[in-house]
């Protein structure tokens, strides 16, 4: 297998699914829904500008009874609570897409930054007090034992926070992360704002730094098994610290991640990148100095993210937790796959870019791949979503003829307000999530968890939430990719092999 080129084994892949691959996508048309959705996850009170007219303000009080201000942010995904480790990270990969892709947004930047801003402005609120980051705001058991809108919930809106008594690298260093990413963004639409978020960045990341633990450890009852942090809180710290010294460009963050490379374990996991595991994605950053001629010190940063990026090229990877399906789809075992699908994908574009501006490639073995492979394999994963499979159908919603109906969520699958005023219980939302009807709310550009396997299959159904529930962490990644693309359609395999 190893004396087969990369070029030969990735457009194999991309044949399997050629019989359903569709015409040319309105990639900007995808990226305009997929900020719909974000306004559709909106908690607080809802801007005059709000296009999802089905929601209304919601969780008006959060932090009142912890004599805090909390109000704002977004939901995760189908349910009511604020889990601030999943919206720092989507946070963190919106403002990413924007810094290395914003020519690309064109007119859609402005909103994009919108939407940034409406998560950072939460993350500014919840580490308004030194030494302390405010995390969750919600029960997520009693949450979860009820189907209602957020404009009715009823439920515990519990206050939870990370101190020095309670540790929280984790948590902390990837709020450090979105407000030094948010940094970037704001530097010119915004400087004043800009430097406000770097500010508290600094303290922030100082705080995770100062008092090391794992935020599951402090808080386990109430973040677990919902978002426990599995891979420990060190990747976070490089994670914090190299963003910090992207918005900076102080030398301490630079000395920070070369002194603690190793103790902190750049090199491990490389294969993940999601809200809990940020390895391949401190990787491929840091990597862009070396690729971009500024910084050979990290040289041992970009040999990881080759050996990475050699793990997701199909019939390359011998990596057991890296599959593909038969039409196409990346595959890793777990729930709500279509989360790495997007995640990962972007790490393949961005170190695409980089490549390409350092006019190198990727080496695998006795081969190697070009930036173009790398783009046009995140390019069949994007296409995929909107409808290149075995189902054709698109997995985001309101994209296409064909999408998910009943989605994993509470907002759209309950009547809105406006055509049903009276309060919907706890438990009398129970028969609208039983129901095989349709959801009555579109929730727009919702990207669903999508197949869990590598048969291609998705249900469509409501109960099965590992496939059908939407999630910020799934869109956010995927804004970047879409802006690009809607700036370059055309990559084909024909331009591989003419690449190679």
């Avoid at 400087?191 to 008092?211: G, Q, T």
């Avoid at 190697?368 to 492979?373: G, K, L």
């Avoid at 394999?377 to 296409?400: C, E, F, T, W």
Wanted: glycine share 8%; aromatic share 10%.
């Amino acid at each position: 297998m190893a004396a087969v080129s990369v070029t030969v084994l990735v457009m194999l892949v991309l044949a399997a699914a050629a019989a359903s691959v569709s015409g040319q996508h309105d990639y900007g048309d995808a990226l305009h829904k997929s900020l719909l959705f974000f306004e559709g996850q909106r908690s607080g009170r809802l801007p005059p500008d709000q296009r999802l007219r089905w929601r209304r303000d919601s969780a008006m009080n959060d932090g009142a009874a912890a004599g805090v201000d909390l109000t704002g942010g977004y939901y995760d995904a189908g349910d009511n609570v604020k889990f601030g480790f999943p919206m720092a990270f989507t946070a963190t990969l919106m403002s990413w897409g924007l810094i290395d892709f914003g020519r690309s947004f064109g007119a859609h930047a402005s909103e994009t930054r919108k939407a940034v801003r409406w998560a950072t402005d939460y993350l500014m609120k919840a580490t308004a007090t030194p030494n302390t980051v405010y995390v969750q705001v919600g029960d997520a058991f009693r949450d979860h034992s009820c189907w209602e809108r957020p404009e009715d919930m009823d439920t515990p809106r519990t206050v939870y926070k990370v101190d020095p008594a309670h540790p929280g690298s984790d948590v902390a260093a990837e709020t450090a992360a979105a407000l030094a990413a948010g940094s970037i963004v704001f530097r010119e639409a915004d400087p004043a704002y800009s430097k406000r978020l770097l500010d508290r960045a600094i303290e922030v990341f100082e705080f995770a730094d100062k008092y090391r633990g794992p935020y599951s450890s402090s808080l386990h009852a109430a973040v677990c098994p919902c978002y426990c942090d599995y891979s420990g809180y060190q990747d976070e710290l490089l994670w914090g610290a190299a963003w910090l010294h992207k918005a900076s460009r102080r030398r301490e963050y630079r000395d920070y991640i070369k002194r603690n490379e190793v103790v902190l374990g750049a090199s491990e996991a490389i294969n993940e990148f999601g809200w809990d595991n940020k390895h391949a994605g401190i990787n491929v950053l840091i990597s862009k100095e070396v690729l971009m001629g500024k910084d050979e010190y990290f040289q041992s940063f970009r040999v990881n993210a080759d050996n990475f990026i050699c793990t997701l090229l199909p019939g390359i990877s011998n990596h057991p937790q890296i599959q593909y399906s038969p039409g196409g789809l990346l595959f890793k075992v777990g729930n709500s796959n279509m989360q790495h699908v997007t995640s990962l994908s972007f790490l393949l574009l961005a170190y695409s870019n980089y490549l390409s501006h350092a006019n190198a490639r990727v080496p695998c073995g006795t081969s190697s791949a070009s930036p173009v492979q790398l783009r046009r394999v995140a390019k069949r994963q994007v296409d995929y979503i909107l409808g290149d499979n075995p189902l054709r159908m698109s997995y985001m919603v309101g994209y296409g003829e064909r999408y998910p109906r009943r989605i994993h969520h509470r907002a759209s699958s309950l009547p809105s307000v406006s055509a049903h005023p009276a309060r919907i219980g706890c438990k009398a939302g129970a028969a609208y999530y039983a129901t095989p009807a349709p959801n009555p709310n579109l929730l727009v550009g919702a990207v669903v968890g999508g197949p869990t396997n590598t048969s291609d299959a998705f249900p469509d159904a409501r109960a099965v939430f590992q496939q059908s529930e939407p999630t910020t962490y799934i869109n956010a990644p995927l804004l970047g990719l879409l802006a690009y693309f809607s700036g370059h359609p055309n990559l084909s395999a024909q331009s591989i092999a003419a690449d190679d």
